[in-house]
């Protein structure tokens, strides 16, 4: 099981949330997912994904984390830009929670780790998030955020951006094995586009 403070400690910048609701949902969304396996002790041992061991991508606290960090950048440049005023306690809490599901999805037998085959932990923590009593909006950004599996198109200029961050916010390069656009395409049944050349423009 994982405690409240197990999480803060994770997450520090949870505290700096402004909006009390916000704050709270991105602690309760992980006890709920811990109520339903409480196995998982240490949440720094949860990887990115079964096929990703941390030794080699670094766990999912590390890709919240970056994800969390590239929001806090993010803000001004949409503001400064293109006057898009993104609500940053927003982008927060989705980032705390959007992968929290995994907490349920993956189990560790045998020094192993499994997933629910499919189990879409992205889709699972709109639905928590819509039962814990979170803003609409928000629940839509975190079921919306993932490439991999069934797409849920974005349906917002938040949930957008927010499917677009994630899988930057990942240490999975081409130099390390299959990157992260190839493993998408994959995940979603399609082939590795051939990039040779098929065409030449006559001018
Ligand atoms: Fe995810
Ligand atoms: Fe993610």
């Known amino acids: 099981m994982l405690t409240d403070s197990d999480v803060l400690r994770a997450f520090p910048a949870i505290k700096d949330i402004g909006d009390a609701r916000l704050r709270k949902l991105s602690t309760d969304v992980w006890r709920f997912v811990s109520e339903r396996n409480p196995a998982w002790t240490d949440i720094e041992r949860i990887p990115l994904h079964p096929t990703m061991p941390i030794a080699t991508h670094g766990n999912l606290v590390k890709h919240v984390i970056a994800m969390a960090r590239l929001s806090e950048a993010l803000v001004p440049i949409y503001r400064d830009l293109w006057k898009q005023d993104l609500d940053l306690d927003t982008?927060?809490?989705?980032?705390?929670?959007?992968?929290?599901?995994?907490?349920?999805?993956?189990?560790?037998?045998?020094?192993?780790?499994?997933?629910?085959?499919?189990?879409?932990?992205?889709?699972?923590?709109?639905?928590?998030?819509?039962?814990?009593?979170?803003?609409?909006?928000?629940?839509?950004?975190?079921?919306?955020?993932?490439?991999?599996?069934?797409?849920?198109?974005?349906?917002?200029?938040?949930?957008?951006?927010?499917?677009?961050?994630?899988?930057?916010?990942?240490?999975?390069?081409?130099?390390?094995?299959?990157?992260?656009?190839?493993?998408?395409?994959?995940?979603?049944?399609?082939?590795?586009?051939?990039?040779?050349?098929?065409?030449?423009?006559?001018?």
């Open 91 to 203: 982008f927060r809490t989705a980032v705390y929670v959007h992968d929290a599901a995994k907490v349920i999805e993956f189990s560790e037998k045998d020094g192993a780790i499994a997933g629910i085959p499919g189990y879409n932990h992205a889709i699972e923590a709109g639905r928590i998030v819509r039962e814990l009593g979170g803003p609409e909006p928000l629940a839509h950004m975190v079921e919306a955020h993932s490439l991999s599996g069934p797409l849920v198109v974005p349906r917002t200029r938040d949930a957008q951006l927010f499917l677009l961050m994630d899988p930057m916010c990942l240490n999975v390069f081409p130099e390390q094995g299959p990157g992260v656009l190839e493993r998408h395409l994959k995940a979603n049944g399609r082939e590795d586009p051939k990039t040779l050349e098929r065409y030449r423009s006559p001018i």
